[in-house]
């Protein structure tokens, strides 16, 4: 008798590789905290913000109308308009529903959008430290990542002419994230304008992530659809995820052109056929009646990135800077460990505090740890706590 051996496609197989160094340290967080030890969590991007409860009883009275059935492929009517009023509210460009498709998460729209604009083996620019999360779309779609550093002692800011010059003949995409998630990086309605002119001179396709858009502390965000002069090579993704606490939700969205916007439909056409009606109407409302319980949560975020800035300052060894926006602090651990990597090992072995390694975002971030702001000032305090005593006695094993 001979053995079945399953075979599996390129996509799976590029999926299924290493990516143990990203979570190394936050599994075994949890593998402590199941065993009853108090572990503090500072490595999620999830907000620990319960979704506001008037887009909970709308989602009910949706769900009470029979609101279950299949929806449009490119998504709801009420939430593209929702969308495109948004768009047009601030930007010199008026934005219309065709030019909108909803997704199922902002990490789906990415994957659609990509699949969408690139084949197996062309190149993709993306600036780091960036999000984890796009490691694995880029594998599954087997493109060549190419990474422009945002160096540590300019705050990870971005720099046009670097993002400019690594720009080569085989560059398909770039793809920035802004505000960007680990650093809280911004760029500029100036950098925007000139990279998108770049890249359509170019001929290149220039994607913006802006899951953080409503999470800024120090100015305004400024979509690249409002700063691009042109909008024919320009993709902006967006979602619920973070601005309304509705990350379970599931609920993201690109913004195109008309070419573009008809192969997004195709695509989810054909992979999703469709997000849940009353989901999509509960993120109508969501965005139509949001002012209050957005402001509320990004004034909580910044409270809790005063405190976390303010207690690191005054740790010997510690530094970090005040970022502008996003629910991330970035703290520079050079000076008391080899790595980003070996502090934080050492941090949860002495004092059970979970924080990322900025490593797996990027090279840049290599000497730094990613605090979250999601979690309530008075774990916030007690992390800090222990952080300071771990920096401070002679407990220390960072380095
Ligand atoms: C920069 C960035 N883009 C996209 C996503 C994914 O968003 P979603 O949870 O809606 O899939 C995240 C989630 O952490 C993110 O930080």
Known sequence: MTNYSPRFSQLSEALSGDDANVWAVSDRAHELADQGEDVIF?????????????????????????????????????????????????????????????????????YAVLACLLNPGEEILIPEPMYIGYVPICDALRLKMKKVACPADNNFAFDVDD????????????????????????????????????????????VCDEMYSMITFARRHTSLRTAAEHLDNVVVIDGLSKSHAMSGWRLGWAVAQGPLVERLTQFAGATIFGCPQFIQEAAAFALEFDTYFVEQMRSAYQKRRDLIVERIGRIPGLSCYSPDAGMFVMVDVSRVADSGEAFAEALLDAERVS????????????????LTLAAEEGELARALDRIEHFVTSGNRRAS
């Open 163 to 206: 993002i400019v010059a690594a720009i080569g003949d085989d560059t398909r995409v770039v793809m920035i994230n802004t505000p960007v998630n680990p650093t809280g990086a911004m760029a500029t309605p100036e950098q925007l304008r000139e990279l998108a002119a770049h890249c359509r001179e170019r001929g290149i396709w220039l």
């Open 42 to 110: 500072l490595c999620v991007g999830d907000p620990n913000f319960d979704t506001p409860e008037p887009i909970l009883d709308y989602t009910r009275a949706r769900l009470g109308v029979g609101r279950t059935h299949y929806s449009p492929d490119a998504g709801e009517p009420v939430l593209r308009r929702a969308i495109a009023n948004i768009e047009s509210k601030v930007s010199p460009h008026p934005c219309s529903p065709d030019d909108v498709v909803v997704f199922p998460g902002g990490t789906n729209a990415i």
């Open 355 to 370: 924080v990322l390694p900025g490593a797996p975002f990027g090279a840049s971030a290599a000497n730094h740890v990613r």
